[in-house]
């Protein structure tokens, strides 16, 4: 049984930095792809960025591209999240995804393990 645990979530001003963690366990977390959903209240999860199972391809949602750094530790077991530049529009619960293969994708049924999800919040 995989198990995701996220944490780093927190409330922070305009212009601030966070720094997600999900930390895995329960299968080999290299063969596998992660991801970065965020889901706001009142609105569907979205695709925030995804790694491959190297760390060498990465992908981001446009609002997020030049603030966001998605990395991984596969030695750690370990996915990150630095979240830069954070606006308001950036509060949402996080959730990290793990995929059933190596390669990440954005629709979120490409992914069968979830976390429980940490909030952030950016007060303007």
């Known amino acids: 049984q995989v198990h995701l645990v996220e944490s780093g979530g927190g409330l922070v001003q305009a212009g601030g930095s966070l720094r997600l963690s999900c930390a895995a366990s329960g299968r080999t977390f290299s063969n596998y792809a992660m991801a970065w959903f965020r889901q706001a209240p009142g609105k569907e999860r979205e695709f925030v960025a995804g790694?491959?199972?190297?760390?060498?391809?990465?992908s981001y949602r446009d609002s997020v591209k030049g603030r966001f750094t998605i990395s991984r530790d596969n030695a750690k077991v370990t996915m990150y999240l630095q979240m830069n530049s954070l606006k308001p529009e950036d509060t949402a619960v996080y959730y990290c995804?793990?995929?059933?293969?190596?390669?990440?994708?954005?629709?979120?049924?490409?992914?069968?393990?979830w976390g429980q999800g940490t909030q952030v919040t950016v007060s303007s």
């Open positions: 790694i491959s199972w190297s760390g060498v391809s990465k």
């Open positions: 995804a793990q995929s059933s293969t190596s390669n990440y994708g954005v629709r979120s049924s490409s992914y069968n393990y």
